[in-house]
C-alpha cells in the first residue's frame, strides 16, 4: 500500500514540476494590454464589433454604454436580437436611433442546424464590413481605449486573431472560489502562452474578446463551421489556428469586464449546457478529467496532513506549486492570494459541475438553450 501511494503522490508531483511550472511560467510571459499604447488615429484599419443578445435587457444599457464611449474612429457596432421574450430588442432599437455607428438586427425564427448564437453572430458578420471583427457578448463592458490598444498589440505581434482575459465580477466568498479556480485550470487545459507557437496545438477562443481579420476569419468557414458547436467561442480560436493563422492570448484585466453569473448556484446552472460539451461529449473524457482534478488539487492536501515521509514530501511539493500557481491567478483577476487556500474545495465543484453537466445532458438527450432543445447527436455530429 505504501508502494502505491508513493507511485501516486510522486506520479502527482512529476507532473506539476513539469507540467505545471511550465504553464506557470508561460503564463507570466503573457502580454497585458495595458502595456501598449494605443494605436494612433491614421494608422486604424475598420473593426465591426458584433454580439448577440437574448434576454439580456437587465445587463445590456450598462455594456451599451460603454460601447458608445469607445474611442475607436472606424468602427461600426452590430448588436444582433436573437428571439429575445424581453425588452431586449427594443433597447438595441432606441440605441441604434441615438448612435449612428450602431445597427440592430433581429432574428425572429432559428433555422434548422443552427445554434442560436453561433446563426445571429453569423448573420451580424454578414451585415458588417470591417477589415477587423471583434467578436464578443451583450454583457461585456470595455474601456474606452481599448480597441487601440489591442489593435497596437496586433500590429506589433503580426497577429491575425487575439483573444484577451478579461476581469471576471465576483461577489462573496464562493463566486470567488468558484471562479479562480476555473481560471486555473482553464490555464491548465488550454496551455495559452503556447498559442502564438504555430508549432503547438494550443488554442484559445475568448467569447468576451476576440478580435480577427476578415480574411482570417472567412478562410477558417465563419460562423457556418461552428453551426451546431456549443463552445463556439474557443472552436472559433481553434478553427482559426488550425486554418494556420498567427493567434495570440493577452491580459486585459479591467479593460474588458463581464459579470458572468450573480452567485455560485447560478454558476453551476450557467455552465450545465457548456462543460460536457467542452469535453466533447466523451464520458471518457470527462472521467479522466475528474480524476485528474483529484488527484492534482485534492490528494496533495490529504498526504500533506496524513501522509508519512516520501508520501508527506512529494504531497508538500504539489501544495507549494498549487497553491502558487493558485495564488498568481488570484492576482490577476484581482482577489486576495488567499483564496489559493480554497484549491480543494474549488476542485471538487469543478468536478461536480463537470459530473452535472454531464448527467443532465444524457438525461435529457441533449441540451436547452436560449430556449431551444438541441438533440445529443446533432450536437455531436456539428463539434468541430
Known amino acids: ?56 435587457e437587465e445587463k445590456l444599457p450598462g455594456a451599451l454604454a460603454t460601447l458608445a464611449e469607445l474611442d475607436y474612429p472606424e468602427l461600426e457596432i452590430i448588436g444582433v436580437d436573437d428571439r429575445s421574450e424581453d425588452a431586449t430588442g427594443r433597447i438595441l432599437d432606441e440605441f441604434a ?48 481605449d481599448v480597441l487601440r490598444r489591442a489593435m497596437r498589440l496586433a500590429a ?28 486555473m485550470a482553464f490555464h491548465m487545459a488550454t496551455a495559452p502562452s503556447d498559442v502564438i507557437n504555430p508549432k503547438s496545438r494550443a488554442y484559445v477562443g475568448v467569447g468576451a474578446f476576440q478580435l480577427m481579420k476578415r480574411t482570417a476569419y472567412e478562410a477558417a468557414g465563419t460562423h457556418r463551421r461552428l453551426a451546431m458547436e456549443v463552445v463556439d467561442d474557443m472552436k472559433l480560436g481553434k478553427i482559426v489556428k488550425q486554418a494556420g493563422f498567427r493567434s495570440a492570448v493577452a491580459v486585459a484585466q479591467d479593460f474588458v469586464a463581464v459579470r458572468w453569473h450573480a452567485g455560485a448556484r447560478n454558476l453551476i446552472n450557467g455552465v450545465t449546457k457548456n462543460f460536457f460539451a467542452g469535453s466533447g461529449f466523451s464520458v471518457t473524457r470527462v472521467a479522466i478529467a475528474v480524476v485528474g482534478l483529484f488527484l492534482m488539487n485534492v490528494l496533495p492536501f490529504v498526504g500533506l496532513v ?79
Open 97 to 144: 436611433a441615438s448612435h449612428p455607428r450602431f445597427r440592430a438586427i433581429h432574428v425572429k425564427e432559428l433555422p434548422v442546424g443552427w445554434l442560436g448564437k453561433p446563426h445571429a453572430l453569423q448573420r451580424a458578420y454578414e451585415a458588417s464590413g470591417g477589415e477587423w471583427l471583434l467578436f464578443t457578448d451583450a454583457d461585456v463592458r470595455f474601456k474606452v
Open 306 to 384: 496524513f501522509g508519512h515521509s516520501w508520501v508527506r514530501i512529494f504531497a508538500a511539493i504539489c501544495v507549494a506549486i498549487v497553491l502558487c500557481f493558485h495564488a498568481g491567478v488570484d492576482i490577476v483577476m484581482r482577489v486576495s492570494p488567499l483564496y489559493c487556500l480554497t484549491a480543494p474545495i474549488g476542485a471538487v465543484v469543478f468536478a461536480y459541475m463537470l459530473l452535472r453537466s454531464t448527467v443532465y445532458t444524457l438525461k435529457q438527450g441533449g441540451i436547452v438553450w436560449r430556449g431551444t432543445f438541441y438533440p445529443l447527436e446533432a450536437l455531436k455530429r456539428g463539434a468541430v
Open 1 to 56: 500500500m505504501h508502494a502505491f501511494a508513493l507511485v501516486i503522490f510522486g506520479g502527482t508531483a512529476f507532473i506539476w514540476v513539469i507540467l505545471g511550472l511550465r504553464i506557470a511560467y508561460g503564463a507570466l510571459k503573457l502580454p497585458w494590454i495595458k502595456d501598449f499604447s494605443p494605436i494612433t488615429e491614421s494608422d486604424v484599419p475598420r473593426i465591426s464589433l458584433l454580439f448577440a443578445a437574448r434576454d439580456e
Open 156 to 183: 506589433e505581434r503580426k497577429l491575425d486573431h487575439l483573444s484577451l482575459f478579461g476581469d471576471v465580477e465576483m461577489v462573496g466568498f464562493w463566486e470567488k472560489v468558484v471562479v479562480t479556480f476555473f481560471g
